[in-house]
């Protein structure tokens, strides 16, 4: 529909209705904040293993 957003990377394609545009790209820089702290922990030293344990995440 117009207005919707649409993303796309490497890996596929997604639109999202412009009603909810608003949390999923809150949600998603929430992840992508996460995700960088995991790959920093790993960076130093922790395993991923206990890294997911710790986060949740990957």
Known sequence: MPGD???GDIDGVVVIPRQHENEVTIRALEKARGEKLVRKEI????????????????
């Open 43 to 58: 960076e130093a030293g922790m395993s991923s293993t206990m890294a997911f344990k710790k986060y949740g995440i990957l």
């Open 5 to 7: 957003l649409v993303f």
